[in-house]
C-alpha cells in the first residue's frame, strides 16, 4: 500500500492547490491512500469550511483529520459529522465528532486515529476540562490493520515518546500542528514511520501561512500577539508538506518527503 499524508492546509488557495495537484501525486506514486490534516482549510485559516472540505474530498483525499481548530466555527462543527473527517480522539464523551475511523482499501482496512497534546489543547473552549491524554486514548482505540496516527502536539519530546510507545502497534505517527517541517524522517526499529513534524501546506513567508502584521503590531503595542484581530491567510508562494509511506502488512517499509 502507498499512502500519502499531507500536513496541515491552511486556506482557501492551499485547498485549491491540493486538489489541484493530488490527482496527479496520486498516478505518479501509485497512491492508494490519502490523509490531510484540514483544520485550516476555511478561507480564514481558522477551522474547516464546507466549500473547501467538499473539494478536498472531491479531488481525491480519503480522510481529513483536525486539531485544536476543529471547533473554531459552527461550520466546522456541523462537518465532523462526515463519516471521512476526524477529530482528536482524547476529549471526553460528548464533544462533537469522532477521533478515529476505519476504511475498507482494497482487501484491506486502514485505520485512522487523531490525537493531540495538552499543549495544543489547552485554549479550546470546546473541550475545556474535557482533554485526557493521549496514549490513554490510543490504548482505547479500535485499531484494525494498517494504523496511521495523526499526533497533533506542540511539544517535539512528546511526540517522539509517544512514537517510541507505540513502535510496532502504529505503522505511522505523522506529527502535525507546529507547521514548520521537520527535515528527519525515521523508520523506528519495529516499522513505525515518524516524523516529528509533517509541516504546513500554505503560503510561505507568513507566521504559519498568516500575514504577520496584525500579530506583530500586538506584539510590539500590548506584548501579546493576538490582543487585536486575527490575522488574514498570507498571500505568498505555496509550500507543499508532505510524507509518502510505503506499507506492507501493516508495517511502513519505506518514507520520503514529497515536496
Given at each position: 500500500m502507498i499512502l500519502l499524508f499531507i500536513g496541515d492546509i491552511v486556506g482557501d488557495a492551499a485547498s485549491r492547490y491540493v486538489a489541484d495537484r493530488l490527482p496527479g501525486l496520486r498516478t505518479e506514486h501509485n497512491v492508494d491512500f490519502v490523509v490531510a490534516n484540514a483544520e485550516n482549510c476555511a478561507a480564514n485559516g481558522l477551522g474547516m469550511g464546507a466549500a473547501q472540505v467538499e473539494l478536498l474530498l472531491a479531488s481525491g483525499v480519503d480522510v481529513i483529520t483536525g486539531g485544536n481548530h476543529s471547533w473554531d466555527s459552527e461550520e466546522s462543527v456541523d462537518l465532523l459529522a462526515l463519516p471521512r473527517v476526524v477529530r482528536p480522539a482524547n476529549v471526553d464523551d460528548g464533544v462533537p465528532g469522532r477521533g478515529i475511523?476505519?476504511?475498507?482499501?482494497?482487501?484491506?482496512?486502514?485505520?485512522?486515529?487523531?490525537?493531540?497534546?495538552?499543549?495544543?489543547?489547552?485554549?479550546?473552549?470546546?473541550?475545556?476540562?474535557?482533554?485526557?491524554?493521549?496514549?490513554?486514548?490510543?490504548?482505547?482505540?479500535?485499531?484494525?490493520?494498517?494504523?496511521?496516527?495523526?499526533?497533533?502536539?506542540?511539544?517535539?519530546?512528546?511526540?517522539?515518546?509517544?512514537?517510541?510507545?507505540?513502535?510496532?502497534?502504529?505503522?505511522?505517527?505523522?506529527?502535525?500542528?507546529?507547521?514548520?517541517?521537520?527535515?528527519?524522517?525515521?523508520?523506528?526499529?519495529?516499522?513505525?514511520?515518524?516524523?516529528?513534524?509533517?509541516?504546513?501546506?500554505?503560503?510561505?513567508?507568513?507566521?504559519?501561512?498568516?500575514?504577520?502584521?496584525?500579530?506583530?503590531?500586538?506584539?510590539?503595542?500590548?506584548?501579546?500577539?493576538?490582543?487585536?484581530?486575527?490575522?488574514?491567510?498570507?498571500?505568498?508562494?505555496?509550500?507543499?508538506?508532505?510524507?509518502?509511506?510505503e506499507i506492507a502488512d501493516g508495517a511502513t517499509t519505506a518514507m520520503q518527503r514529497i515536496r
Open positions: 475511523v476505519h476504511v475498507p482499501v482494497g482487501d484491506e482496512t486502514v485505520t485512522v486515529v487523531n490525537l493531540a497534546d495538552d499543549c495544543a489543547m489547552h485554549s479550546v473552549k470546546a473541550t475545556a476540562g474535557k482533554v485526557f491524554p493521549a496514549y490513554r486514548a490510543w490504548a482505547m482505540a479500535d485499531r484494525r490493520g494498517t494504523t496511521i496516527v495523526d499526533y497533533h502536539g506542540d511539544h517535539v519530546l512528546e511526540k517522539q515518546i509517544f512514537a517510541h510507545a507505540v513502535d510496532g502497534e502504529a505503522t505511522a505517527v505523522m506529527g502535525t500542528h507546529t507547521h514548520e517541517a521537520t527535515e528527519r524522517l525515521r523508520l523506528l526499529p519495529r516499522r513505525t514511520a515518524f516524523v516529528t513534524e509533517v509541516g504546513m501546506t500554505g503560503p510561505d513567508d507568513g507566521v504559519q501561512g498568516f500575514t504577520p502584521a496584525n500579530l506583530v503590531n500586538g506584539l510590539r503595542t500590548a506584548g501579546n500577539p493576538f490582543a487585536g484581530d486575527m490575522p488574514d491567510v498570507f498571500d505568498g508562494p505555496m509550500v507543499f508538506g508532505a510524507v509518502l509511506l
